[in-house]
């Protein structure tokens, strides 16, 4: 049974960084991409950030200079380091492993507010 299990969301003011974390389990983790996506309310789930299973990054414009997606093979994690919070980053981000067949996780929720 494939689980990709999110944390590290939570409340942080504009400027501040997280970081968020995915545990994967259930698939040959160094085998697949990982990638980071985002939906805020009343929007469409987008891509933040993509690692291919060689390490190449790939991010959408908004967050390039200003997130970092990892990840560790040997701890089958996948990470989303964010720095210099904007409310706009405020929605859910959600953990997906992709090989053919894509996987997702519950998500967790980030709101960058005052």
């Known amino acids: 049974q494939v689980q990709l299990v999110e944390s590290g969301g939570g409340l942080v003011q504009p400027g501040g960084s997280l970081r968020l974390s995915c545990a994967a389990s259930g698939i040959i983790f160094r085998l697949y991409a990982m990638g980071w996506y985002r939906q805020a309310p009343g929007k469409q789930r987008e891509l933040v950030a993509t690692i291919t299973n060689g390490g190449i990054t790939n991010y959408v414009d908004s967050v390039k200079g200003r997130f970092t997606i990892s990840r560790d093979n040997a701890k089958n994690m996948v990470y989303l380091q964010m720095n210099s919070l904007k409310a706009e980053d405020t929605a859910v981000y959600y953990c997906?492993?992709?090989?053919?067949?894509?996987?997702w996780g519950q998500g967790t929720q980030v709101t960058v507010s005052s």
């Open positions: 997906q492993a992709k090989l053919g067949a894509d996987y």
